[in-house]
């Protein structure tokens, strides 16, 4: 709801894809899943993408530079079974994206996301990071 309230306000062109969510918003355009082909091309088109903290996502967006808000979904709520917060930090203190922990500042990550250019990869640390967290498990 926090896009579809970002999208009513700033009358902004929004789309969701929502998952297995039950709610259905008013004001951005959605689907509930998309193939990952139509996935990347509306990643490529993307202005700005918020997504959550999944590496498969987290890199599809930074392969074609695009500015990301990430959502790292949390075990705690029932959200994932993996943690995402560790390789959302990781990129966040690379300067590869912006990370929100409360979507209630939504708003306020978009407005300094447009201002935001993903810092340029020092090589594919991707591989590196990953094994670190899964070996701090």
């Keep these: 709801s926090a896009a579809d309230d970002f999208a009513r306000v700033e009358a902004a062109d929004v789309f969701v894809q929502l998952g297995n969510t039950a709610y259905q918003p008013k004001y951005c355009a959605f689907q509930r899943f998309i193939p990952r082909n139509q996935m990347l091309e509306l990643i490529k088109r993307a202005e700005l993408v918020i997504s959550h903290g999944g590496f498969g996502s987290l890199s599809d967006c930074l392969r074609v530079g695009k500015s990301v808000i990430a959502v790292a979904r949390r075990p705690e709520l029932c959200e994932t ?20 922990s409360d979507l209630s500042g939504l708003p306020e990550a978009i407005l300094a996301a447009r201002d935001f250019r993903p ?3 020092t090589g594919n640390r991707i591989p590196a990071l990953i094994s670190q967290f899964l070996n701090s498990l």
């Design 81 to 100: 079974v993996a943690p995402q917060e560790p390789l959302v930090r990781a990129l966040e203190a690379q300067g590869r994206i912006l990370a929100l």
């Design 119 to 121: 810092a340029a990869s």
